[in-house]
């Protein structure tokens, strides 16, 4: 089993940054694809970037491209969204999730292993 624990959201201003980052604890954390996702009330969860296992795949939504990096450590166990020239609209809960194996999915389903969340509110 793997557990993820996500830190780093906030309030920031509109075209502030923030990093967040997953830190997981478990067997094998090289072995899984990680994900971030977000949600705001009433609104499905929603993918937003995704890093293969050996980091041969990365995948944006479109909204965050050119504005968000993700990257991992696997010797760390941890992994990271880069969030620069944030906007209001990005304002929700984040998410990172874990798919074992060498996959990259960008759906909700093809995660088994998710963290609680973390907050993160974009002021205009």
Request: with cysteine.
């Amino acid at each position: 089993q793997v557990q993820l624990a996500e830190s780093g959201g906030g309030l920031v201003p509109a075209g502030g940054s923030l990093r967040l980052a997953c830190a997981a604890s478990g067997r094998s954390f090289s072995d899984y694809a990680m994900g971030w996702f977000r949600q705001t009330p009433g609104k499905e969860r929603a993918f937003v970037a995704g890093i293969s296992r050996s980091s041969d795949l990365i995948y944006y939504e479109d909204s965050v491209k050119g504005r968000f990096t993700i990257s991992r450590d696997n010797a760390k166990n941890t992994v990271h969204l880069q969030m620069n020239s944030l906007k209001p609209e990005d304002t929700a809960v984040y998410y990172c999730a874990a798919d074992w194996g060498p996959r990259l999915g960008r759906n909700t389903y093809e995660y088994e292993y998710w963290g609680r969340g973390t907050q993160v509110t974009v002021s205009s």
